[in-house]
């Protein structure tokens, strides 16, 4: 059987794509182009409502009017000079990209060590390894923050990014699918390079690191979605606003009695949209993430 | 003989050689592998016995102790059951409603979708990105802007239905429509996913199948019914699997669209895990919380053995 790897997952011309292409069916394809498109609005609506309604002033939210009539961007200057959302924004970036890294690193070294060397032990671990990825989050998350609140190292875990990161340094999707990418990787090129003699770190470093760096990226990329959009852990591992990351501080900002519609959408708006310019640029590679894993975050 | 003595020697060098560096490779592979399996013992493995061994007990953290209570929560829970209303009860029974209308639905529009989307050429890029945008978004985010949607008067969905005379809809603020509307959400956002998985799924159907039925003259429906469909099976197998899971763990869009993330009106939206976060982390009961997890994590595993036997069974 042929492996799966994204360069034939993601043809471009794709094999099943044959059925009626030589009788004409045109009813058939405008049927489908109908179909789809109505989908696709449905899809983007209510990205452009949210939108709309972030530049809309604030008498302006209960009235009935898609767009704004006099729109403006006093909501941006409010939700970024009295909230803590630029903070929110901050914690955000550095704990996805810390967890990023980390995640990269240490999961691309394990599914090396998993492809390529032999050692007693190593189904036991590997088995253990992807078991834990049936034990949901939830059930973990109440003894992480009794952890947290009382760690081996550190006074308390709760509102670090440590604590907010931990969780996610090393995961065990990652590893899995770094070992299949790993075991492309020809073996005559590591035992040349041991004769010649590189180091053990240095094969893993120069030899296959470099040719599974598609792989690499698409676990970077989202594993990095995973986390800025991750929310029920840094919902719990954060008390101070200070600390909260994007989702917990938009989760939170309707504390008070009344619903401020009109920055909630703004605050949505700012955290969406950046992300969803990178997602458009690289949604090859995050497509081919998506398959290839079969996993969020 | 001189030549033989050179062999042995150097098959006895080789042989040395090779063993040293099969030992060098093992103790190589445990400092490599030395920190994920600190970090699976500890954040994984260790966490996972805890809540078990929690769940047995009286587990309030501001309290001085914690005492045993053997299988007191596992009974509490098997009580909230059986009582004719009661939150457990209503978290649940709306899972399992979610569950049982939530993953058919999405894969059946995911499935038209992608069958679709496979055949088009023109635009085909565009529309992938379209579907799969909601599904690479914040939940929390894009909830509050669903939440929004369904407001009464100035809400999207109910400025639409004035437009076409329709009457006003209460959504959110209605026991009866709250879980609709908030599945909605949860199906529109996952869909992408699902779009995303069928289309590699077909995509690994060899053509020659296809043009074997057109030389055939099957029929459209026949091609997907003979075809189609029993070849994606693996592919609906993993959906259904996954699908399941994450509508088991169904949290965050609840505690975003209802009143001050109740799972309201009258516990209509409330899901199991969110009554794990209220009981752990408002009334600090965490060991019962803990026993609603291990339940939790029970249906998982059942879950995933399914999968495991359906699979294999087909391998053979």
Redesign the interface.
């Known amino acids: 059987m042929e492996s799966i790897t994204p360069s034939n997952?993601?043809?471009e011309h794709?094999?099943?794509?044959?059925?009626?292409?030589?009788?004409g069916?045109w009813k058939?394809?405008a049927f489908?182009?109908l179909?789809?498109t109505v989908?696709?609005l449905?899809?983007?609506?209510?990205?452009i409502?949210?939108l709309s309604?972030s530049f809309k002033p604030e008498k302006e939210?209960?009235?009935?009017n898609?767009f704004p009539n006099q729109a403006t961007v006093d909501n941006y200057s409010e939700v970024i000079t009295e909230t803590d959302l630029p903070l929110w924004y901050k914690n955000s970036f550095i704990v996805a990209v810390f967890s990023t890294i980390s995640v990269a690193f240490?999961d691309s070294?394990?599914g090396?060590?998993f492809a390529k060397?032999?050692?007693?032990g190593?189904r036991p671990?590997f088995i253990?390894?992807l078991t834990?990825l049936?034990?949901?989050?939830?059930?973990?998350?109440?003894?992480?923050?009794?952890?947290s609140?009382n760690p081996p190292i550190g006074g308390t875990w709760v509102d670090t990014y440590w604590g907010i990161a931990?969780?996610g340094?090393?995961t065990?999707s990652g590893?899995f699918l770094m070992r299949q990418f790993m075991q492309g990787v020809p073996d005559e090129l590591l035992d040349a390079g041991?004769i010649d003699g590189v180091s053990?770190?240095g094969l893993?470093w120069r030899v296959a690191v470099p040719l599974s760096l598609p792989a690499i990226g698409a676990l970077c990329i989202f594993n990095f979605?995973g986390n800025?959009?991750a929310?029920?852990w840094p919902l719990?591992a954060t008390s101070k606003s200070e600390m909260f990351t994007?989702?917990?501080g938009?989760?939170l900002f309707s504390s008070e009695a009344q619903t401020p519609?009109n920055l909630?959408?703004t605050?949505?708006s700012l955290?969406?949209v950046p992300?969803?310019i990178v997602?458009?640029i690289f949604?090859r590679y995050?497509?081919e993430g998506?398959?290839l894993t079969?996993l969020?975050g | 003989m001189a030549t033989s003595h050179h062999t042995s020697n150097r098959a006895n060098a080789d042989k040395r050689f090779r063993w040293t560096l099969a030992r060098r490779k093992v103790v190589w592979a445990y400092i490599f592998l030395a920190i994920p399996i600190i970090f699976f013992a500890y954040i994984r493995i260790y966490p996972a016995l805890f809540a078990f061994q929690m769940s047995l007990h009286d587990y309030n953290p501001l309290a001085a102790e914690q005492p045993y209570v053997g299988l007191e929560n596992y009974e509490k829970l098997i009580d909230e059951l059986n009582k004719r209303k009661s939150p457990t009860k209503a978290a649940f029974q709306n899972t399992a409603n979610y569950l049982l209308l939530g993953v058919p639905i999405q894969l059946c529009l995911a499935l038209m979708i992608s069958l679709m989307l496979n055949e088009i050429r023109f635009m085909s890029t565009f529309y992938r990105i379209m579907f799969f945008l909601p599904f690479v978004t914040s939940t929390i985010a894009i909830a509050w802007v669903f939440r929004m949607l369904y407001q009464p008067r100035f809400g999207l969905i109910n400025v639409m239905l004035q437009l076409v005379s329709l009457p006003q809809q209460p959504f959110l603020n209605n026991p009866k429509q709250a879980l609709p509307s908030v599945l909605s959400l949860v199906i529109w956002q996952g869909m992408g996913f699902a779009v995303i998985i069928f289309l590699a799924g077909l995509k690994q159907i060899p053509r020659t199948y296809y043009e074997a039925a057109e030389v055939d003259g099957a029929s459209r429906w026949h091609t997907f019914r003979f075809i189609t469909l029993p070849l994606l099976n693996p592919t609906i197998v993993f959906l259904l699997v996954l699908q399941t899971i994450s509508f088991l763990r169904m949290f965050a869009p609840v505690l975003a669209m209802t009143e001050q993330g109740r799972g309201g009106p009258l516990d209509s939206t409330t899901t199991v895990v969110l009554r794990v976060y209220r009981e752990a982390f408002t009334s600090f009961n965490m060991g019962y919380a803990s026993s609603l997890t291990v339940v939790l994590f029970a249906f998982i595993l059942i879950i995933t053995i399914i999968q495991l036997r359906v699979t294999a069974r087909r391998i053979n």
């Open positions: 997952l993601f043809r794709s094999d099943s794509r044959a059925v009626g292409s030589g009788r069916e058939y394809r489908s182009y179909v789809l989908c696709a449905t899809m983007v609506v209510p990205f409502w949210m309604t939210i209960l009235r009935r898609f240490f070294l394990a090396y060590v060397y032999q050692f007693p190593k671990i253990i390894f834990s049936m034990v949901p989050t939830e059930m973990l998350i109440i003894p992480w923050f009794i952890m609140s931990f969780p340094v090393i065990a590893i041991r053990e770190f893993y979605l800025w959009n929310f029920i719990i994007l989702p917990v938009i989760q519609w909630i959408m605050g949505a955290s969406v992300l969803l997602v458009i949604q995050i497509i998506i398959a079969g969020k």
